[in-house]
């Protein structure tokens, strides 16, 4: 049962980084220009899709200290890490291939700093699992594998996200695929949730 939540860390870690640090951050700009053109008028002010995805950026880096930090100390609860983990999975489930439906521009603006916030805690979350599964063994040996799968994770983001979104309807296989790729984990981490070490 350990081994099997020792792959089930990296293996989150390794797909939340591809999707947050890989795809997010590298197509996001991209994303915006393809359903909403290169400019865009927000509130009276006319903004390039590259300016839009920088100050979205920009607010989610501004609150990742401190909201990381709460982040972590609600998960410390008596509920455990897996119960809010599976659960921000889900919600990053539902929301992530919103981003490439074709919303109006302020629904998506909501939609995008909802999964903006979901970034900053599936970050923290699964940073704070993986200290947990490290301090029952090898603390060393567990973080560095943990770290190269994060690595590999968000190197190979943006090389499929370039890959996909030269296709046909390409944002949406992206993003509705990262979808995907969230409710898988968020099932392996609810399912699991009630065994102990979690």
Do not use: H
């Not at 860390?9 to 700009?29: D, E, K, P, R, Y």
């Not at 390039?48 to 990742?64: D, K, P």
């Amino acid at each position: 049962a350990r081994l099997n939540g020792k792959y089930r860390v990296i293996v989150s870690g390794f797909c939340t980084a591809m999707l947050i640090q890989g795809v997010l951050a590298a197509t996001l700009s991209a994303l915006i220009e393809r359903f909403y053109g290169n400019r865009l008028d927000l509130f009276g002010l006319l903004l390039s899709a590259t300016a839009l995805s920088g100050i979205l950026q920009a607010l989610r880096w501004s609150w990742e200290p401190w909201l990381g930090r709460r982040f972590g100390a609600w998960s410390d609860g008596p509920r455990g890490r897996s119960r809010l983990y599976g659960g921000t999975l889900l919600v990053a489930a539902l929301s992530f291939g919103l981003m490439a439906s074709g919303l109006p521009l302020l629904p998506w603006l909501a939609v995008t700093l909802l999964v903006m916030l979901l970034a900053t805690a599936l970050t923290t979350l699964t940073d704070a699992l993986a200290s947990d599964v490290a301090s029952a063994g090898n603390v060393v040996a567990f973080m560095t594998r943990y770290s190269i799968a994060q690595d590999l994770g968000a190197a190979l983001g943006p090389l499929l996200a370039y890959l996909l979104i030269g296709l046909a309807d390409g944002f949406a296989w992206l993003y509705w695929g990262g979808s995907a790729i969230y409710l898988l984990l968020a099932l392996a981490w609810l399912r699991r949730r009630g065994r102990a070490g979690d």
